[in-house]
Nanobody
Framework: QAQLVESGGGSVQPGGSLRLSCAVS????????MGWFRQAPGKEREAVAR????????FHANSVKGRFTISHDKAKNTLYLQMNSLKPEDTAMYYC?????????????????????WGQGTQVTVSS
C-alpha cells in the first residue's frame, strides 16, 4: 500500500505563492498517474491537476491553469504543486493521490475514486 505524505500548506495573502510537496513511498510498480485534489468546506472534492509519471504529461483544471503547475520528481518520488497568484477561492484542504489507469483517463476525467492511495491532506488558506 502506497504511503503519501503532503506538506507545504499554510496561510498566505492573495497574490502569494506556495509549493506543496507529496512524498511517496511503497508505491506499486504499476503506479502511473498522480494528482492533486482539493476540498473546501461544504463543497465536493475537485481535481486540481494530474500528471502521468512515466511521460510527465500534465492536466490542469481551468480554474488553476496558468497559476498552478504540477510536477513529479522520479528520483525523489515526490509530487509537487507550485501555486502562484493565489486567490481566496483556492482556500481548501489539498490532497495528493496515486493510482494506475489508462493515460487518457489520467488526463481527462479521473476523479478521486479512481486513485488507490491518498495522503491525509494539507490546508491552504488564502486571505488578507
Amino acid at each position: 500500500q502506497a504511503q503519501l505524505v503532503e506538506s507545504g500548506g499554510g496561510s498566505v495573502q492573495p497574490g502569494g505563492s506556495l509549493r506543496l510537496s507529496c512524498a511517496v513511498s511503497e508505491t506499486s510498480a504499476s503506479t502511473n498517474c498522480m494528482g492533486w485534489f482539493r476540498q473546501a468546506p461544504g463543497k465536493e472534492r475537485e481535481a486540481v491537476a494530474r500528471v502521468i509519471t512515466t511521460t510527465a504529461t500534465t492536466f490542469h483544471a481551468n480554474s488553476v491553469k496558468g497559476r498552478f503547475t504540477i510536477s513529479h520528481d522520479k528520483a525523489k518520488n515526490t509530487l509537487y504543486l507550485q501555486m502562484n497568484s493565489l486567490k481566496p477561492e483556492d482556500t481548501a484542504m489539498y490532497y495528493c493521490a496515486a493510482g494506475t489507469m489508462y493515460y487518457y483517463k489520467c488526463l481527462s476525467d479521473a476523479y478521486f475514486g479512481d486513485f488507490g492511495a491518498w495522503g491525509q491532506g494539507t490546508q491552504v488558506t488564502v486571505s488578507s
